[in-house]
């Protein structure tokens, strides 16, 4: 299936040459996670769990359209690694166009960013490769010179080359940063995603469900979701799409090695549930290595 670009892009790539490359910045990044229920599985026992390194790179323009507005335009590349499950490892590159609204002068003013972002998303398993439409908003207020609070919503679609990666949700947040000391910062916060999710299971157990062997309820449902047989987690391993709701929370603490430099420890619990009560819960803790060129 070819996947053709829509028409925003072209909007976005607009914004993109409008931005003047006298402001610039280049960013990267390399994380690696330990991941509980990497695999996204219902039934606990059949859960993988996984080991992943990302790199992520991004080179930033910004523009002052405006005393109190500023366009920031960004090229954004990603490589992910995931040991055991290799069919996981993903390439991406993308662009970014954000608009930013400061409310005022000084550092307490309030600041609304809002914007959106394409991405081509590559799998080795290529039926799960596809491009990422996102419209995201946030709204950040510094209380005291230490303390900043952010609230955040998005909007995403994944178009994907075969049906049960196909994916559309809407996420609203809350994130809290406060610096303890000049290298210390301690972050927090915590989002509900509305929307669709892919998850995965063993035969042994999906059998089960499409079969009537976990009851109708469970049966009615599985049986009317795209699904497919990929071996990713496993042979006969199934994966498939879901209506959920799904609760992040996170907690980072981050050290400042140079005025360029930042190492964050990350730890963030998912707690999914699907449109008939099933729940699918996942952890992940992360460090990282972030630098600004």
């Not at 610039?24 to 606990?44: I, K, P, V």
């Not at 209506?243 to 730890?267: G, I, K, V």
């Amino acid at each position: 299936m070819r996947l053709t670009p829509p028409l925003f892009t072209i909007a976005l790539a607009t914004l993109l040459a409008a931005v003047s490359a006298r402001a610039h910045d280049f960013r990267m990044g390399a994380t690696l996670t330990y991941a509980e229920n990497f695999s996204r599985t219902s039934f606990a026992p059949t859960a993988k769990d996984a080991k992943l390194g990302d790199f992520d790179a991004a080179y930033v323009h910004a523009k002052q359209l405006a005393p109190n507005w500023t366009l920031i335009a960004a090229l954004e590349g990603n490589a992910e690694a995931v040991s055991r499950f290799s069919a996981m490892n993903r390439l991406g590159a993308g662009a970014r166009a954000t608009l930013r609204h400061k409310f005022g002068l000084g550092p307490m003013a309030p600041v609304l960013d809002a914007g959106a972002a394409f991405t081509s998303v590559n799998f080795r398993e290529s039926g799960r490769s596809g491009w990422r439409e996102e419209a995201f908003a946030s709204l950040s207020q510094r209380f005291t010179e230490n303390w900043r609070v952010v609230a955040t919503a998005s909007w995403e679609t994944f178009t994907a080359a075969h049906a049960p990666f196909d994916t559309h949700a809407r996420r609203l947040g809350l994130e809290t940063y406060y610096d303890v000391t000049d290298t210390w910062q301690f972050g927090a916060g915590a989002s509900r995603l509305d929307g669709q999710l892919v998850a995965n299971a063993a035969w042994s157990v999906w059998s089960q469900a499409i079969g009537g062997g976990l009851g109708p309820t469970v049966q009615n449902y599985y049986t009317s979701i795209p699904w497919e047989i990929t071996d990713t987690f496993g042979d006969g391993w199934v994966a498939y799409r879901v209506d959920c709701r799904a609760d992040f929370r996170w907690a980072q603490l981050t050290a400042r090695l140079t005025e360029h430099t930042s190492m964050p420890l990350r730890y963030e619990s998912v707690k999914v549930v699907n449109r008939i009560g099933i729940r699918y819960d996942s952890a992940f803790w992360s460090l990282g290595v972030l630098h600004r060129f």
